[in-house]
Nanobody, 114 residues
């Protein structure tokens, strides 16, 4: 059974930082492209960042220069370090495993507000 469990969300002031984690099980993690997506109220889910099995990263324009995706294959975990957060970053953040079936985590809420 595949499970992706996100953690690390919360309330942060503008300009602050958060680090999201996604622990995976039930997949051969080291071989899978992992990604972070987000969905704000009333909007479609959108890509934030992806990382390949060998560490090649890709970012949405909104994330470039502020967010960093990384992975630890020994821990079956992918991370999203988010710095210089803005109110527009408020959303539910989802972890995604790009297998043939594609799997999603349950999401973690990030709220950026003063």
């Amino acid at each position: 059974q595949v499970q992706l469990v996100e953690s690390g969300g919360g309330l942060v002031q503008p300009g602050g930082s958060l680090r999201l984690s996604c622990a995976a099980s039930g997949i051969i993690f080291r071989m899978v492209i992992m990604g972070w997506y987000r969905q704000a109220p009333g909007k479609q889910r959108e890509l934030v960042a992806t990382i390949t099995n060998v560490g090649i990263t890709n970012y949405a324009d909104s994330a470039k220069g502020r967010f960093t995706i990384s992975r630890d294959n020994a821990k079956n975990t992918v991370y999203l370090q988010m710095d210089s957060l803005k109110p527009d970053d408020t959303a539910v953040y989802y972890c995604h495993a790009r297998t043939m079936a594609g799997y999603w985590g349950q999401g973690t809420q990030v709220t950026v507000s003063s």
